[in-house]
């Protein structure tokens, strides 16, 4: 085989190797205990990179989301990290409020 040849296969391996693989179908999480359900209750854009929940005792949901860890140089999101809050007013399962709890969080 060629010189040429090999170097071209090489290539060819390397790219090939180097290609992202297909993403994995995502899984729904599985409920096994029979009194629990599962649903959504937010998405984006009303909340984003989500890493931290809390629940008060009037049934408030707080989110912290991360805006600062490793963000990529064109990040369009916030320079700071937050705190979103949710309120579920008729308990449909959909929040009727969404506001911003804290700002500027590192």
């Not at 090489?10 to 359900?37: G, H, K, N, W, Y």
């Not at 909340?47 to 929940?53: E, F, K, M, N, R």
């Not at 629940?55 to 916030?78: C, N, V």
Request: proline share 9%; net charge negative.
């Amino acid at each position: 085989m060629s010189r040429w040849l090999r170097t071209f296969f090489s290539f060819v391996t390397l790219l090939a190797l180097a290609a992202p693989a297909p993403a994995a179908p995502i899984e729904m999480p599985e409920v096994r205990d029979e009194r629990l359900t599962l649903s959504l209750f937010a998405a984006e854009p009303d909340i984003v990179t989500p890493i931290g929940l809390a629940i008060d005792t009037r049934g408030r949901i707080f989110a912290l989301e991360s805006h600062t860890h490793f963000p990529k140089a064109d990040y369009p999101g916030p320079k700071h990290d937050r705190v979103k809050r949710f309120i579920d007013a008729d308990r449909d399962g959909k929040p009727e409020t969404i506001t911003v709890f804290a700002d500027g969080l590192h």
